[in-house]
């Protein structure tokens, strides 16, 4: 099976900062791309970022522009997030997601992680 495991929430005060990591594992061929979406209470889930493989081409979605950095390493199947300038409003659960290929050939399958917390507060 494949797993996708988060790490790096937690609580900080506006206009710090925080890095989440996302580390895929199990039945991996290759990775077509990563990101990260994030659901506040009340609200719909919503794309964060994202990053393809090959040439690694983002994109971020408008509030987190110049405030969001998403990577990834290729050899450890890892994307990460830096936040930065956080606000009250990127108060949300984060989840990793990756399009996954698990053997040559197969169909591309999207995965998630767990969640995890990111609380921006005073």
């Known amino acids: 099976q494949v797993q996708l495991v988060e790490s790096g929430g937690g609580l900080v005060q506006p206009g710090g900062s925080l890095r989440l990591s996302c580390a895929a594992s199990g039945n991996i061929y290759t990775i077509n791309s990563m990101g990260w979406y994030r659901q506040a209470p009340g609200k719909e889930r919503e794309l964060v970022a994202r990053?393809?493989?090959?040439?690694?081409?983002?994109k971020y979605t408008d509030s987190v522009k110049g405030r969001f950095t998403i990577s990834r390493d290729n050899f450890k199947n890892t994307v990460y997030l830096q936040m930065n300038s956080l606000k009250p409003e990127d108060t949300a659960v984060y989840y990793c997601?990756?399009?996954?290929?698990?053997?040559?050939?197969?169909?591309?399958?999207?995965?998630w992680g767990q969640g995890t917390q990111v609380t921006v507060s005073s």
């Open positions: 997601n990756a399009e996954i290929v698990r053997a040559l050939l197969a169909v591309p399958t999207d995965y």
């Open positions: 990053i393809s493989s090959g040439v690694q081409s983002t």
